[in-house]
């Protein structure tokens, strides 16, 4: 797969802001430290954070009520990660797998887990698939990021 080189450098920035990268050695032990970063000087630990946008129309041009959403979250979401996330709602388009422009009411829900949580990658796609199975849905787009939070 090729990768653009606007992609790495923002993958490389990223990752020197969150204090994740290789890093350099210093050639001499007298060196000056370099700037302290806002990343490194914020309180919090680093966790994953995951955003799935739920679209809601259908094939036969219906919508996902917002009671059908909510049950759906009640019964996958919730006991997939009972410690909480966020549903923001919105409106949203994408070009769908026969080539035309989707517009329709989206539900996007955040999740902040920590690294150490080796479930949620599989409840994660549980949900995912069980959301395209329910609602004959072509996709559910996932969008992953690490984040510095605290509570």
Request: charged share 25%; net charge negative; aromatic share 8%.
């Amino acid at each position: 797969m090729a990768v653009s080189r606007r992609m790495a450098v923002a993958v490389a920035v990223a990752a020197a802001v969150l204090g994740l990268g290789g890093g350099v050695a210093a050639s001499s032990a007298s060196a000056a430290p370099g700037p302290v970063t806002a990343a490194q000087t914020s309180p919090g630990e680093i966790w994953k954070r995951t955003e799935l946008f739920f679209g809601t129309g259908k094939p036969d041009g219906t919508e996902v009520t917002d009671r059908e959403f909510a049950a759906f979250s009640d019964r996958e979401i919730t006991p997939a990660f009972p410690d909480g996330f966020t549903r923001l709602d919105g409106s949203g388009q994408w070009r769908g797998g026969s080539g035309s422009i989707v517009r329709e009411h989206t539900h996007v829900i955040v999740l902040l887990y920590p690294f150490a949580n080796r479930d949620a990658e599989r409840q994660i796609e549980e949900v995912r698939s069980d959301y395209k199975k329910q609602f004959q849905q072509e996709s559910v787009l996932r969008s992953d990021s690490v984040e510095k939070v605290s509570f």
